[in-house]
């Protein structure tokens, strides 16, 4: 592993330190409110499924009472006569028996009794409270229940919840059939009463225990609200009456879908699961409960009871907050306390990797300063001597080294020279060859190996020619095509000469490529623009710009200036443009000069 991306023991200690406190508290806090969450979700489980079945039961008892009370009204008339001797008495005496029953009960909307015969002729002899239910309403009302006990005259008749615009509520229609020996065939006489169901929302409005908040807010705050639906899903009563005066259905709700299922299998038991809704585009988590409570054996009513999760458990919210705070305060000492620790502990550890990492970065005067008497503290100890004898190792591998490369470069000047020393007019060409080079080299900006490699292989780029025969080399005259031919092989030569020796080969390219030319016309095998090596490139421009400025037999020597815009005047055809720029920069920096008059003065003073 790197140094840098190395774990330091004192983030591994506090981390430790910080796990061994952290982990058992919050694994302890977490199965306490867990555990708190499951209590409290089965507890409201068990509420709602009372308060559902509690409201059913009151229903059933509710609508049962005025079953039974309907019917025992019906006997009575039946005893009686029926309708034709309650027509028969005085109008006055007929009206109070009949408002007696509405005074005894302010739930009862309207008690009479209706006559009907084959011809559809009614005279209804009836007591209602005109503040609740308008004539038009008694007559529609009163005609349905007539209908409906024509139609099953040998049972009591319960209706669905129905709207009573008058009084902005819900009531429920009880009707029972009067049995008479002598009643003539289409005949049918019944005791009609319609009840409200205000009781109910009195009801649901202290099982919600919710006030007068709206259903949003109820839904919001984490109220339990029970109500009651139709088979349809439609809503009857509930804490918020705005749901029940503009019909609302919640058939879609889970437990409102899952009521109507368990209905149509004719289920009956209460059941409770969790559900989902859609609030103003917010999604609630639910639990929900049912109960049904059957009124008539085909009017069946659902009482539900529902309850927002999240704000119902507002106090598993708090602990867990609460743990998230200890937690984290836990954490705070633990680390603090733990990084001290740590420190004291690791500290003399980090001086040793301290001094180790710049000993491995090549530091070898570096030495590890402990107090330790520990086994750390011998630890450095046998570090610094370790690094001791690496530093004097590394010295004398230094000095053998740099020994080395002056032989080796020595030996490689010494050749160039022998070769250059053919021709008394290339003399230190070589020479002059690798110092443009370099020149060239610096101000492309190219890393200092690569600047070796090039120093190098320009002494070496002619050393091919060793293998042309002197007659050709010091040929004062033009050549001839076959001599050309054979001059023109001196690059592969030198190049198979070097390949032989594997520490030479990174140098071959500049020495088999530096006659290849931008356009693809130069040799020895024609390559263009990208393909030739940059380090031939950069060769070619100083072997032409030195052959421009050196007496020659076939020409006298250029001035820099003179040489270096003839070598322009060929860039992007024989010689890369990036290298004869930085030739023209090495130019004006009055590099080549320095050159040309450093190895004037050499050759005056006798030394090239």
């Known amino acids: 592993m790197r140094p840098g991306k190395s774990t330091k023991i004192l983030y591994t200690f506090v981390a430790v330190i910080l796990a061994l406190s952290i982990l058992p508290l919050a694994a302890v806090s977490w199965k306490l409110i867990s555990t708190g969450r499951e209590s409290m979700r089965l507890s409201e489980r068990a509420e709602q499924l009372r308060s559902v079945v509690l409201v059913a039961n009151e229903l059933r008892t509710y609508i049962g009472g005025y079953r039974h009370q309907v019917a025992g009204i019906a006997r009575a008339f039946e005893a009686t006569g029926g309708a034709e001797t309650l027509l028969k008495q005085d109008e006055s005496a007929r009206n109070r028996r009949l408002a007696q029953f509405l005074d005894d009960d302010a739930n009862l909307i309207l008690l009479g009794i209706a006559p009907q015969s084959g011809r559809d002729d009614t005279e209804l002899v009836a007591q209602w409270n005109p503040g609740k239910i308008a004539a038009e309403e008694v007559s529609r009302t009163v005609g349905e229940a ?5 139609a099953r005259p040998d049972r009591t008749y319960v209706s669905k919840p129905r709207y009573i615009p008058s009084s902005n509520e819900f009531a429920i229609v009880v009707a029972h059939p009067l049995q008479k020996r002598d009643a003539a065939p289409g005949r049918h006489e019944a005791v009609v009463a319609v009840t409200s169901l205000e009781p109910i929302f009195n009801l649901v409005n202290v099982t919600s225990a919710s006030g007068n908040l709206d259903h949003e807010t109820l839904l919001r705050n984490g109220s339990r609200v029970v109500f009651l639906v139709d088979q349809q899903g439609r809503v009857l009563a509930h804490p918020d009456r705005a749901l029940v005066y503009t019909p609302t259905d919640i058939s879609d709700w889970g437990i409102v879908s ?61 602990m867990i907050w609460q743990a998230v705070v200890m937690t984290l305060a836990t954490a705070l000492i633990a680390a603090l306390v733990g990084f001290l620790m740590a420190y004291w502990i690791t500290s ?39 690094a001791e004898h690496i530093q004097r190792y590394i010295n004398d591998l230094r000095f053998a080294v740099n020994e080395n490369r002056e032989l080796f470069l020595g030996t490689v000047k ?62 004062p005259a033009a050549l001839t095509e076959e001599e050309y031919a054979v001059m023109k092989t001196h690059p592969e030569k030198g190049a198979k000469i070097m390949a032989e020796i594997p520490q030479m080969k990174k140098y071959v390219p500049g020495m088999y490529y530096h006659h290849e030319c931008m356009d693809g016309r130069g040799y020895p095998i024609g390559l263009k623009g990208d393909q030739i090596p940059l380090m031939a490139r950069i060769i070619s421009v100083a072997d032409t710009f030195d052959a421009m400025t050196t007496n020659r037999p ?33 130019l004006k920096a009055g590099k080549l000069d320095e050159v040309i008059q450093g190895y004037q003065v050499a050759l005056a003073a006798g030394k090239a």
């Open 146 to 150: 007539l209908a409906a006990v024509a």
């Open 258 to 318: 899952k009521w109507q299922e368990t209905i149509s299998m004719n289920l009956s038991a209460p059941l409770a699961e969790p559900f989902e809704i859609s609030l103003q585009g917010q999604r609630l988590s639910m639990l929900g409960s049912c109960a049904t409570a059957l009124i008539a054996p085909d009017v069946p009513l659902g009482v539900i009871a529902v309850i927002n999760e999240e704000a119902a458990y507002s106090p598993v919210t708090t």
């Open 348 to 386: 003399p550890i980090g001086a040793v990797a301290s001094g180790a990492r710049a000993i491995a970065e090549g530091d070898f005067s570096r030495r590890i300063a402990t107090r330790s008497r520990s086994e750390i503290g011998q630890l450095a100890e046998d570090f610094n001597v370790m």
């Open 414 to 475: 010494a050749l160039a020279e022998a070769i250059d020393g053919k021709d008394p007019y290339t003399r230190g060409h070589s020479e002059r060859v690798k110092m443009y080079s370099v020149l060239m080299a610096e101000h492309m900006g190219l890393s200092q190996e690569e600047i070796e490699d090039i120093r190098v292989a320009a002494l070496l780029h002619d050393v091919g020619k060793i293998g042309i025969e002197d007659r050709i080399l010091k040929k």
């Open 554 to 586: 076939y020409q006298r020597a250029m001035p820099t200036e003179v040489a270096v815009q003839k070598i322009w005047s060929f860039a992007g055809t024989r010689y890369d443009p990036n290298v004869v720029a930085a030739l023209e920069s090495a």
